[in-house]
Each structure stands twice: as structure tokens, then as C-alpha cells.
């Protein structure tokens, strides 16, 4: 199997993230794409560090530049951050030929135009879907999943920190700065919070999402940036006496007079999906003339969120350079002398947890009879309501949540229980999914 | 500028859907791929309705198969559904070595491996992002965004008619059969509702995702399928009163034995966010080892939805086709020699609406004089409402939401309200976006 050299800039938080998860998901990722992902090279001040996390197998060096100079590396991941060394090693990397993978949202909203068009006149890669909305493949989407259309408008949370802010002080009543606090002992806000509590952030996110959706070049310069610190907890709550929550959104819109490009605090309708994104979770409503609204929610920020983000483009960049371009992406993913032959598990084995509703006669002994009866089949209950029936007054209803269990062992309990002689109708089965894990 | 042509079979809902919207954005989409898609040849059984839809510029048949034998002809999109004529000429136009664009989800849970294996041994593209989800790109989601991940699972609402039908049974206290009556009434359900109220479209469409999360081949006969016309008002109630929603999911999960492949009823806890898409809108979760839980929302069918995902799904091939390898897809979206020099619009200038908040001495006239001002500037009152100061009683507090105005009457009317002798601070103003247009 082929490989192909990669060579990281900056092993901070988001990069040991993506040499984490490049390594656990190895084989996975070389199904996918035909080929191995290899990072031979990382390149951090902190050498000893650098060393801790990348063992034996991975060069080490507190020189970037022997990376961006080093004629085995195919790929370059920046992840240093800033505009200043940061855009003269992907400067250098393009200028050497090598592909880039980037997250630097500042950089590529103030020089992207630079950037690109280095990279167009070398013929190299320039992928940066981490820079925007850590793990959540709004690149994608804007730029191959919605091209038929006309993009009206963007609108989303694309900075975590003050949207966790926003939350707590709606949710806990707490005043901005005992908000923004918390945020720092989480380790959600950093100790100078200006880029995110001032949209600053935001900003580059939406400027970047604005060049794409419009065809514009980006222009940071031009955008309006007002942040959440002057947020008053009295009209969080006024906001949402009449219908509204405050949050802070990148907004940016087709006028006839051009594009708006804005951040600021924004009321919304509580009924819209995106008011309901809640802690320092990310989501960008997109809307097109053809799709209409669409939403993509999910993590924006830490270390395997934007790894999975960072390792996409990686992924990409490796399928352009190691497959026939007609069969780029696989059909279903996997090429197909690939796929498993993972069995599909029947459905008396699947695991659930259910809701139960029992029509009884209402007499003693009847709840102790069927919890028996589920307590032997090894079930529990995590709620239960009872309820009298509307019309027959000797009837009740019992309600049952149970824990976890096989779809087997609760169809041998129903089994059981509708054999007993004060059940008065089949026990209704309804299977329930947390969705949190 | 190069052409590529396409032929459609079919011309129905999707299929005009498809020929508008490529016709409307021709200008943009062309800008994107560097290429004119153009439909060339249209086939359908009403040879009399297609000649209406696409005017004299488009050559009608009734004759699909002169369409897949026709050698201008580079890609073919199919549109006609089922599974016998479908699946005959999609197989014909792969050996023609013609690219085939599909949203037949029947068809491909159920003979994707032959097709797609036909189609890897003659080297051409079958694309099918409009088979899941109407117009959400989750299929590239799925397939490119998050190539980093070992999948967990993916639980989706996955067919509208029936979130349609369980929201109505929800909000309105209806019985199913209401429910859909009132669905058929409104064009979301067929006269026939078999295949969306009994899960089995839903089972089409996560059988496509379970391939491709989890690198097996589609195996719909072996999914677990219950629909919702079994279900029970009084369920609904009862799940809303212990906290949770009921939606028909399909679910795929990776588990120890094997992958859970179902669709049936389930209860979600109410706060999580896919608990709250209602009516007809679809929004899949997808929980990746590195990144977590993500949501793509959006409208799971229709015709410009639908369209939009056939179209992506062109322009995918049209930039395989015609584009370097190593700028398939450009840095902006756009190539940057068709970047458009569209202005940032000034904040001045942005339309929006507001809400204001206005601290006063409670007196008589105060608001006329507010009222008067806001009036002048042509800025009208949506909502307002009164509140005593917490402290100090002889103030208030007057909330505010204007209607859409522009910044600049805001900030003149804003200056002139401060210079009231009433007013005891600044106006706290925050801008209000609807986002429902």
C-alpha cells in the first residue's frame, strides 16, 4: 500500500489531537483511501513534549523550516497559528511544491488572497476545513454539497466561548463577567478572551464562509464586529419573555447592494433549531435558493473535533494524489475490495432501552406481578407514571421507562406479562434512544 | 467556455425541479465548475408536459434508451424511480461508459453492489447524493467530512411524511389516520402512504448510510422495519409528559456483534436537538469517535430540494471531468479568475430589525415622545412591553421590537431618543434576525 509523508507544523492542542487520531483510526482511514497517512515529521518549539507524544517512529525537530524544505513531505499540516511565522512556512511549503493543510482562520481571513493565489500558480492543495467551525464539514458543504445554488444568506454560532457564555447566563442567570469566569476554569475561555468574547473570532469564520458562498475575495477589513462583553443578563431575559433567545451570530447576506458581513448579538426565535444550540456547541444555517434552509451543528472547537476536520482534508489531498480521478471517493465510501463483512445484527439482539404502556385492572398485586416479572428478565425501570383510564374507572394505565436491555429479553417479559389474567389490552412497546453517547 | 451534456430520464417533481434550477443558476453554477452543464435530452413517458417544461432548446423523446445510447451524451441522470426500468438503464448508460447522477434509493438499497461494481469496472462515476435526505449533503458528509472517524452511529429522521404526521399528532392532538389524511391533503403523503408511514423509505435511506459509514454493502433485506401507523396518541402525550419526543428513526449503530440496522418509533429526550425538527423537515445525527455528535438539517424532499443535491451531484463529475485533479474543487469555491468584486455592504446600510431597551422616568408623555421619534424615522413597532425598575420606582423600563429598518434611521432616532430629558441611560439596542427567509 502506498503512503504518503506528512509533516506537522505545531503540536499544541489541535495537533497532538490530529496525530492522536490519525494513529488510533489507522486502518480505518487506509480503507478509505487506498493508502497510508503517514506523519514522519512534527516541528514544535517544545521539543521534549513534541517527543512525549509522537514516540520512537516520528522525527522531531524545533525547526519548521527543515520540514517545509524536507523533498519527502507531500503534505504540510500548519497548526502553529498566527500570521506571522505561520504564513512564511505556507508560503515556503506552497512555494516548495507541497500541498497545505491549515486551521488558521485568521490568516486566511486577512491573507488568504495571498495564500491562494501562491498556491493556484504552484498547482498545490490549500485545505483549511478546520479553520471554520472545528469538526463540522461547513467547507464541504458550501463549497461541493450546495453548488446548485444560489446562496441567500449565512447565519451561524461559530465561536463555542461565547456561546457557552450566552448559555450560562441565560440558564444560571449569571452576569457576563461571572459567566465568562467559569468559561476560563473549564478551559473554554482563554486567559486574554478578546478574539472570542469580542466576535473577533467570528469574524474570521464568517468572512472566510462569506468569499465561499458569494465568490468574493476574503475581506476581513470590511467586516462589522460588535462582541457579547456589553451583554446585559436583563435583556437575555426580556428577549425571552417575548419569544427570542440572544446569541452571538456571524451573519453574512446577498443585498442588492452587495454583501453584509457582520457579528453581533442577535435575537432569534426560540422555535428556530439554531437558538436551541446551547454550550460551546457550533451551528451555521445556510440558506439556498434551491435547498432552501439547511443547518450543521456540532463541535467547533477542541483537540479531535478539529483533528477530524484537519485529517478530512488530509484525506482528501490523499485521494487527488493517489487515485484515478473518476474513482476519487469510492461509491460507498470504502473501495469496494474493501468493504467488511460485518454481520447485521438481529433485532433480537439489539440493544435499547423502551417505554412501556400496560392497560390493567386496578386491583392490589398487579405492579408487583409485572415488575417480578421484568425484575427475573433482568430489566430495570427508570421511571414509571400511572395514569387512570378515561373511561372505565377500574382501569389504569401504567407507563414504564426501563434502562438499557436486549429486544429479546423485554419481548419474553411483554410475553409473560400479557398473560396475566388483570391485563386488559397487549402492552404497547415503544423503543427509546438517549442519542448521548 | 467547455459544455458537458446530460441527458435526464424523467421529468417529473425532481426531474423539472432539476431542469429549473440548473436553467435559474446556470450563470453561478458555470462560475463554480468552469463548465456549462447542460441538458441536452430530456426523456418521458408525457412527451407533451416535458416540451412544456423545457421549451424548444432541449430534445424530447419518449425513448429513454436513445438517451443511454446517445454517444454526445456524458452523463445521464435518472429520475424515473422503481426498480426494473431504472435499474436497466442506469446498467445500460454505465456500459455505454456514461456517469450516472440517481436519487433512487429503492434502487440502490437494494442492487447497489451491482450496480456500483458494474460501474467500477468501466471506470465511470455513480453518484446519489439526492437518494438520502432529499436536499441535505450528508452522503458527502458521510463520505468526505468525516473520513477521520471511526463511525459510533447514526440516527436520522429520515422521511417527512411521517415527521409530518407525528408533529400533526403531537401539536394537534390528532389521530394518525387524521394525521395523514390531512398529509394527503397537503401533498406530503401519496395516495398510497405504504412506503413512508411503514418505514420503508426510511429503511432505503439508512441501509445507503449504513454502507457508507461503516464500509459493508447494502444489505436492505436485512433491516428492521416498523413504521408509525401503529401509533397512538395517547404514547405521545405520555412520552412529551416523561420528557420525550416520539420520532420515527432510522438507526445504524456499530456495536460488538455486528451493525444494528433499523427503523422504528423512538422516544428522544426532548432537549436534544433533533427531537425538534417538525413537519416534513429531515436532520440526521451522525457521532463520530473524534468528533462527537454532528446534525445536518434541512428539507428531506420536494423538488428544488431534491434538485439541489442532483445538481451537486453534477457538478462533482463536471469538475472530475474538466479540471485538473489538483483544483477539482477551487480554494473559494469559485476559481479565483471568476471572483466577483461585489461590495461589503456599510453597517449604515444593513436592514434589520431591533429590539431596544429604553430606561425612563415614569411620566406622563415619555412615550409619545419616544414613540413620535421612532415614528419620524419610519421605524414601526412590532412588540412592546413596560417593566418597573427593580429599584428605583419611578423608573422603567420600556422593551421594544421595531420591524426591519435600516441601521442608520435606527442610530439618527436612537441620538434623538437619548436627548430626551426622560431618559436615565443609553438605549441598550441588539439586532433581531428572523432567519426564516
Known amino acids: 500500500m502506498k503512503s504518503i509523508n506528512v509533516g506537522l507544523l505545531g503540536i499544541g492542542t489541535v495537533g497532538g489531537g490530529t496525530f492522536t487520531v490519525l494513529k488510533r483510526n489507522q486502518e480505518e482511514i ?20 513534541a517527543h512525549h507524544i509522537v514516540g520512537s517512529q516520528t522525527i522531531v525537530t524545533a525547526n519548521a523550516h527543515e520540514i517545509v524544505a524536507n523533498p519527502d513531505i507531500e503534505i504540510v499540516i500548519e497548526l502553529i497559528g498566527g500570521q506571522t511565522i505561520a504564513k512564511e512556512l505556507i508560503l515556503q511549503a506552497i512555494n516548495n511544491g507541497k500541498h497545505v493543510v491549515t486551521a488558521n ?29 472545528g469538526g463540522i464539514p461547513i467547507i464541504k458543504a458550501l463549497r461541493e ?41 473549564l478551559g473554554y475561555a482563554e486567559a486574554d478572551p478578546t478574539y472570542d468574547i ?22 476581513f477589513e470590511k467586516a462589522y464586529i460588535e462582541g457579547i462583553s456589553q451583554l446585559n443578563n436583563e435583556d437575555i431575559r426580556n428577549a425571552e419573555e417575548l419569544g427570542y433567545r440572544i446569541k452571538l451570530l456571524g451573519i453574512t447576506k446577498r ?47 477542541g483537540a479531535e473535533p478539529t483533528a477530524s ?24 465510501a470504502f473501495p469496494p475490495d474493501s468493504l467488511s463483512d460485518t454481520p447485521i445484527v438481529s433485532m433480537e439482539d439489539v ?7 400496560l392497560q390493567v385492572i386496578d386491583k392490589p398485586g398487579v405492579l408487583a406481578d409485572i415488575t417480578r416479572i421484568l425484575a427475573d428478565a433482568d430489566i430495570s425501570i427508570s421511571a414509571m407514571i400511572q395514569k387512570e383510564h378515561a373511561e372505565e ?17 423485554i419481548n419474553r417479559a411483554i410475553d409473560k406479562i400479557e398473560k396475566l389474567p388483570s391485563m386488559t389490552d397487549k402492552v404497547v412497546r415503544i423503543r427509546l434512544e438517549e442519542l448521548n453517547k
Not at 494524489?321 to 461509491?331: A, E, F, G
Not at 440493544?351 to 404502556?357: D, F, G, H, I
Not at 374507572?393 to 429479553?409: S, Y
Open 393 to 409: 374507572e377500574d382501569r389504569v394505565n401504567i407507563i414504564m421507562l426501563t434502562h438499557t436491555t436486549q429486544e429479546k429479553n
Open 30 to 49: 487506509a480503507r478509505r483511501v487506498g493508502c497510508n497517512i503517514i506523519i514522519q515529521m512534527v516541528a514544535d518549539k517544545d521539543i521534549e513534549k
Open 105 to 133: 482562520k485568521a490568516l486566511l481571513a486577512n491573507h488568504g488572497s495571498e495564500i491562494f493565489s501562491a498556491a493556484q500558480q504552484k498547482g498545490v492543495i490549500v485545505a483549511f476545513e478546520a479553520a471554520v467551525a
Open 351 to 357: 440493544q435499547t432501552a423502551y417505554y412501556l404502556r
Open 145 to 185: 454539497g450546495l453548488t446548485a445554488n444560489r446562496i441567500e444568506w449565512i447565519a451561524g454560532i461559530i465561536n463555542g466561548t461565547s456561546n457557552y457564555i450566552l448559555s450560562e447566563m441565560r440558564e444560571k442567570g449569571l452576569a457576563f463577567s461571572t459567566a465568562l469566569t467559569s468559561a476560563q476554569r
Open 198 to 219: 469580542e466576535g473577533i473570532d467570528a469574524a474570521h469564520k464568517i468572512t472566510i464562509m462569506a468569499a465561499i458562498a458569494f465568490g468574493i475575495p476574503v475581506r
Open 255 to 301: 443585498v442588492e447592494k452587495g454583501i453584509e458581513l457582520r457579528v453581533h448579538p442577535t435575537l432569534i426565535p426560540i422555535k428556530r433549531l439554531i437558538a436551541n444550540v446551547e454550550g460551546v456547541m457550533n451551528a451555521i444555517v445556510v440558506k439556498g435558493d434551491a435547498v432552501g434552509p439547511t443547518l450543521y451543528y456540532g463541535a467547533g472547537a
Open 309 to 332: 476536520s484537519v485529517i478530512a482534508d488530509l484525506v482528501d489531498v490523499a485521494r487527488q494524489l493517489t487515485v484515478d480521478p473518476k474513482h476519487r471517493v469510492p461509491y460507498l
